[in-house]
C-alpha cells in the first residue's frame, strides 16, 4: 500500500519514489538511452550513500601506555598510547582519547582526536611523571561512536632516589632490573626521578650511584600499575 491508515505515504515509499526521480532526471541527462538496470543500478547507489548508518565501530583494541620522564628538571614527561584498529561498515573516521581523572571519574570530553592508531601526549611537570589512565572511542564516518577500548595505565616502578644523609635527589642514579636473566637499566634524571616501563612480574631491582653503596629489592610489577619505590643511598665510606 501506498498509503498508511492515516492516509498518508509511508516514508519508505516516499524515498524510492524520490530516488527513482533523481535516477530517471540524471540519466536523461546524461545518456540518450538507458535500460532499466541501469535505473536500478543508479537508485541503488543513490540510496547506499543517503541511508542513514545506525551501525558502531567495533571498540579498539589492545590499548596500552608507555610513559617517558624529562630527562632535565625542565623538560617535560610523556605518555605514548598505542592501539590496535576498529573496524566498520561504512569507515573509521577518526579516534577519540579519554583520561580517567580519579577512581571511576571519567572526563567526559575527550583529550585529543586523532586520525591514526597512537598518540603522544606531552606534559611539563618539570620531569616529573603524570599518572592517568586512558581508553579511546572510534568514530565512524556517520559520527557513530564505538564501544570504549580496554582501560590502560603505564605498568612498572617508579620513585626518587636520594641522598640519605639530606634527603637530596641524586641525579644520574642507575637502576637495574632483572627478571628470568634479561636485565632493563635506567637512569634517573637532573630531578633524581626515574620510572621504568615493564611488563607484570617479579624484578631484582639494583640502585647505584657513583659515590653511594648499592642497594637491592626484589619488587613486583602488577598490569595496569605503577609500583612505587623511594630509595636512599648511603655514601660509601671517605665519600
Not at 547507489?45 to 548508518?53: G, H
Not at 626515574?194 to 611488563?199: D, F, G, I, Q, S
Request: proline content about 4%.
Amino acid at each position: 500500500m501506498l498509503l498508511n491508515q492515516k492516509g498518508i505515504i509511508s516514508p519508505y515509499i516516499l524515498l524510492v519514489i524520490v530516488f527513482i526521480v533523481i535516477a530517471i532526471i540524471y540519466l536523461l541527462v546524461n545518456k540518450n538511452d538507458f535500460t532499466f538496470s541501469d535505473l536500478l543500478n543508479f537508485s541503488d547507489r543513490i540510496y547506499a550513500q543517503t541511508a542513514q548508518d545506525l551501525e558502531p565501530p567495533t571498540a579498539p583494541t589492545n590499548l596500552k601506555v608507555t610513559s617517558y620522564l624529562g630527562t632535565k628538571k625542565d623538560e617535560g614527561s610523556r605518555d605514548e598510547l598505542v592501539w590496535d584498529p576498529s573496524t566498520d561498515n561504512v569507515g573509521i573516521k577518526s579516534y577519540l582519547i579519554y583520561q580517567i581523572i580519579g577512581p571511576d571519574v571519567y572526563d567526559q570530553n575527550p583529550i585529543a582526536e586523532v586520525e591514526t592508531t597512537s598518540y603522544t601526549r606531552q606534559f611539563n611537570v618539570n620531569g616529573y611523571a603524570t599518572d592517568y589512565t586512558y581508553y579511546v572511542v572510534a568514530l565512524d564516518t556517520n559520527n557513530n561512536k564505538s564501544p570504549q577500548s580496554n582501560l590502560a595505565h603505564m605498568t612498572g616502578i617508579w620513585g626518587d632516589v636520594l641522598d640519605k644523609s639530606n634527603s637530596r635527589h641524586i641525579n644520574g642514579a642507575k637502576i637495574e632490573a632483572v627478571s628470568n636473566g634479561t636485565t632493563s637499566t635506567y637512569i634517573a634524571n637532573q630531578s633524581g626521578a626515574y620510572l621504568m616501563n615493564l611488563a607484570p612480574g617479579t624484578y631484582d631491582v639494583t640502585y647505584s650511584a657513583n659515590g653511594y653503596v648499592p642497594q637491592k629489592f626484589s619488587l613486583t610489577v602488577t598490569d595496569n600499575q605503577m609500583t612505587t619505590r623511594n630509595v636512599f643511598l648511603s655514601k660509601s665510606r671517605g665519600k
